[in-house]
C-alpha cells in the first residue's frame, strides 16, 4: 500500500524555537495532505487542510501564524510550528490521500517543547 | 458532518471474532464509511471502507445496514496485535474528522 513518511518522529525543542515536521508521500502524488495533532488519551483533531501550490485551509481556532503549512511539491508537505511553548507539546500526524477515497497516514511526530 | 457513534471500549477473548459497531444515521449518500486503527505512538492504520455494499479484504469484513445508518467492522480472529482504538469515520473528500473510537482490549 501507499506509504506516508514523517520526519522527525520525535523531537525536543526550547520554548520560543521553531520546529519543522515534514511528510512525505513516498510512492504517489498527493495534491492534498492533512495535519493533525492528538494529545494523550484524546483523538485526533483535524488542523488544517494542505493543497499543492496554493495556502493552506486551517481549521476553526487554529493559528496559521502558528502553525505554518508549505505544500510545495505534490509528494512533500512541512508543519512549522513556531515560537513553540510547552503547551504546543503534542503528537502530530500527517495523511495523504491517494486518487482514490483512502487516506493513509503518517507515523508521527511527538514535539516536546521545554 | 456527519457524526459516528462507537462504544468507548470493547473487550475480546484472543482467537474470537470481534463485532465493533458503529452508528452514523445522519450519513449522506455520497460519504464512503472507512475504518481506521491506531495502535499507541502510532498514525492510524486503514483498515477497511466501503459505501454500500459489505466488503472484505485480509485484515477485516465491513457490514454495511441496507439503510447505512449503521455499520460494523468484524475482525474474524482477534489477535493480541489487534490491540488498537479503532475509529469509524464517514467521508466525502475532505479531510478525516475522527470521533472517540473504541478502544478494542484483546485478552489472552
Known amino acids: 500500500g501507499a506509504v506516508v513518511s514523517q520526519h522527525p518522529s520525535r523531537v525536543i525543542c526550547k520554548s520560543g524555537t521553531s520546529v519543522k515536521i515534514e511528510c512525505r508521500s513516498l510512492?504517489?502524488?498527493?495534491?492534498?495532505m492533512f495535519w493533525y495533532r492528538q494529545f494523550p488519551k484524546k483523538s485526533l483533531m483535524l488542523m488544517a487542510t494542505?493543497?499543492?501550490?496554493?495556502?493552506?485551509?486551517?481549521e476553526q481556532g487554529v493559528e496559521k501564524d502558528k502553525f505554518l503549512i508549505n505544500h510545495a511539491s505534490l509528494t512533500l508537505s512541512t508543519l512549522t510550528v513556531t515560537s513553540a511553548h510547552p503547551e504546543d507539546s503534542s503528537f502530530y500526524i500527517c495523511?495523504?490521500?491517494?486518487?482514490?477515497?483512502?487516506?493513509?497516514f503518517g507515523q508521527g511526530t511527538r514535539l516536546t517543547v521545554v | 458532518d456527519a457524526k459516528t457513534t462507537q462504544p468507548n471500549s470493547m473487550e475480546s477473548n484472543e482467537e474470537e471474532p470481534v463485532h465493533l459497531p458503529c452508528n452514523h444515521s445522519?450519513?449522506?449518500?455520497?460519504?464512503?464509511i472507512h475504518w481506521y486503527r491506531q495502535l499507541p505512538s502510532q498514525g492510524p492504520e486503514y483498515v477497511i471502507h466501503?459505501?454500500?455494499s459489505n466488503v472484505n479484504n485480509r485484515m477485516a469484513s465491513l457490514a454495511i445496514a441496507e439503510d447505512r445508518k449503521s455499520s460494523t467492522l468484524i475482525l474474524h480472529r482477534a489477535t493480541l496485535r489487534d490491540a488498537a482504538v479503532y475509529y469509524c469515520?464517514?467521508?466525502?473528500?475532505?479531510?478525516?474528522?475522527f470521533g472517540a473510537g473504541t478502544r478494542l482490549t484483546v485478552k489472552p
Open positions: 495523511s495523504a490521500r491517494d486518487q482514490g477515497t483512502k487516506a493513509f
Open positions: 510512492d504517489f502524488q498527493a495534491t492534498t
Open positions: 494542505s493543497n499543492e501550490g496554493s495556502k493552506a485551509t486551517y
Open positions: 445522519t450519513i449522506s449518500g455520497t460519504d464512503y
Open positions: 466501503g459505501l454500500t
Open positions: 469515520i464517514l467521508r466525502d473528500l475532505g479531510g478525516m474528522r
